[in-house]
């Protein structure tokens, strides 16, 4: 769980990150990262956990970090999806 300076540095890139702000926060990119989040990022997250090759950290593109962010802001919610989804 990130701290809060973290979490703060968190939303001040979604904020200033090149396709992330008013994109994100008005729904003009949300459609396509919410798509890509979950077809893509969730069955990856699933499938390997938070590891890409060689051990290195995966890193969702800023897009899909903040609708993962949205997502687990419910936690029930998220947790009763990704078990349903993933076991």
Do not use: M, N
Not at 42 to 48: A, C, E, K, T
Not at 50 to 69: K, M, T
């Amino acid at each position: 769980p990130l701290r809060f300076p973290e979490h703060k540095a968190f939303l001040r890139f979604v904020h200033s990150a090149p396709g992330g702000g008013d994109e994100l926060y008005l729904g003009h990119a949300l459609p396509g990262a919410i798509k890509r989040y979950v077809k893509f990022w969730l069955p990856i997250v699933s499938h390997s956990g938070y590891e890409g090759q060689g051990g290195a950290p995966l890193i969702p593109p800023v897009d899909i970090a903040w609708v993962w962010h949205l997502h687990r802001l419910a936690p029930r919610r998220y947790a009763t999806y990704c078990t349903e989804r993933f076991g």
